[in-house]
């Protein structure tokens, strides 16, 4: 089965139109509150007492959590038009922890994979305190011996390359824990139903990844500058900034994920019921 990009977007398109009533408290509960919170949080606590930097690790942690309920309850109801809000939200909270694990192990792995960058920065002399002491001055960074830094460059081109690849074909692992009810099983599933299909993600991902930054950016530029007008140099500006950042990140998030969601239904095959138009809302029971 050949799948088209452009069909899997103007799905996506679709369910936006169609499920606005039940993504939308979803992505203000998942992906907007989480942010702004942390925006809050940021600008209110000293992160140099150990108490409130732990109070901010702790948020940050549940921020974490919230945000993949809400990745999980969104790709669920784009997958099966039919789906409620709360059969999403339990759909979210009961494959929680699967993914969780995933992630988990995804990171481990990763954190391995960095492993020769730090040995060969050890092995160059690297001095890890003088570099800590510059503060972000890249002029006052210990240099390293040519033969690690070219050895990092290269690695670091060759990581980077493993990486687009990997998000590419895992792009539907979570999806998949959510439907299939799979543990660690969801990684080789992903690649299996990606397969042919490397190069078109990781052009939507470029391009996804391009706007996100600009609007982002801008939404973010644009608040500012008119709250610093109106309200001068004060926290409150970077508050509605920061605020803005997390509506225009909640929209730019529900659309990937549901987009991820659409990509599963045409790569697995899954039919949707036939009785269900997905141009109409179906009434929420959240």
Known sequence: MTVKIGAIWDSTTQVLGGRTGVLMPIAVLGFFLPSVVQTLVGLVVDQNNVLHGGLTALI????AVLMIWGQMAVMAVATHPATTRADASRQGWARLLPVLGIALMIAVIAMVLFVPIFAALIAGG???AAAAATQGNTMAIPRLSGG??????????ALGIL??????????VYTVVLNERLGLGAIRRSIQLTRGLTLKL????ILFGIVFLVVLLAAQGVVGVVARLLLGSSGVAVALSGIAGAAVNAVLL?????????LYVATAG?????????QKDVPPAF
């Open 126 to 128: 690297f001095d890890f």
């Open 163 to 172: 990486a687009i690849w990997a998000s590419a074909r895992l792009m539907l």
């Open 202 to 205: 990781v052009g939507v991902m």
């Open 60 to 63: 940050a942690l549940a921020a």
């Open 148 to 157: 690690a830094a070219a050895f990092i460059a290269l690695y670091g081109l």
């Open 254 to 262: 529900t659309i990937a994920y549901v987009f991820v969601a659409r």
């Open 270 to 278: 899954v039919v949707a019921p036939a009785t269900v138009d997905l």
